[in-house]
């Protein structure tokens, strides 16, 4: 009899002992799938909403940016009125275009306008809103072909596409890369532009494709 006892003991024993380990784990299965459920829940998304909004408002301002060009180096008028100078600015515009080979008429014009102050007597910058995006492909690499038999008058004027802030930041790193590299004693690179885009290359591109696909 007393071995019986002694031996139903020791079962209970082990079947304490079995189910406290089991306990154990329960305990720290649950905290697993605890942290693993927060783990989930807390995990930040790829693509917030305040940076969707960011994105759509730069693809807006870039659409409004493509019909635009900005021509530097035109003089002011010395009307003071408004409608004057205004109209000064469009016919030098109208005069620039029917320069460029092929020819624009001048209703592919839809706004003229100057932006920013006078500084110095600086002459201000000239924005163009033109009807496409098309003309302004146009516009800018034709003046970069009239450039090497500059007509009079021109010898100060620039003309560039219109660019958002971001724009211009990543042709700004662009740039910096280009003189980082140099520094770093790379001597056989140079800035191309690609539909508009700034891309380094060797500079002993074959010329003719530069002239053909460099835009600023």
């Known amino acids: 009899m007393n071995t019986l ?11 304490k002992s079995q189910g406290a380990i089991i306990g154990g784990l329960n305990t720290r299965i649950a905290a697993v799938e605890k942290s693993l459920s927060e783990t989930v829940h807390c995990k930040p998304p790829t693509t917030t909403p305040l940076a969707l909004n960011d994105i759509t408002h730069e693809i807006q301002l870039r659409s409004r940016c493509a019909v635009h060009i900005i021509i530097r180096g035109v003089p002011e008028s010395s009307v003071n009125t408004s409608a004057s100078s ?7 515009v109208k005069e620039m275009l029917d320069k460029l080979e092929p020819k624009l ?6 706004k003229v306008f ?19 995006q098309e003309e302004v492909n146009h516009v800018v690499i034709s003046f970069l072909r009239l450039r090497s038999n500059i007509p009079d008058g021109y010898s100060q004027v620039s003309i560039t596409r219109d660019r958002t802030p971001s724009e211009r930041r990543s042709i700004y790193e662009v740039h910096q ?3 980082d590299r140099q520094e770093k004693g790379e001597s056989n ?11 380094i ?11 053909k696909n460099s835009e600023k």
């Open 189 to 199: 690179i140079s800035i191309r532009y690609f539909n508009g885009l700034p891309k």
């Open 5 to 15: 006892n002694g031996n139903l003991n020791t079962v209970t024993s082990d079947v």
């Open 86 to 92: 205004s109209s000064a600015d469009k016919t030098f």
């Open 177 to 179: 890369e280009l003189r």
């Open 114 to 132: 100057r932006v920013g102050k006078i500084i110095n007597d600086k002459p201000r910058l000239l924005k163009v809103e033109l009807t496409s």
């Open 201 to 211: 290359v060797p500079a002993r591109t074959n010329i003719s494709h530069q002239s």
């Open 105 to 110: 008429p001048e209703t592919v014009i839809r």
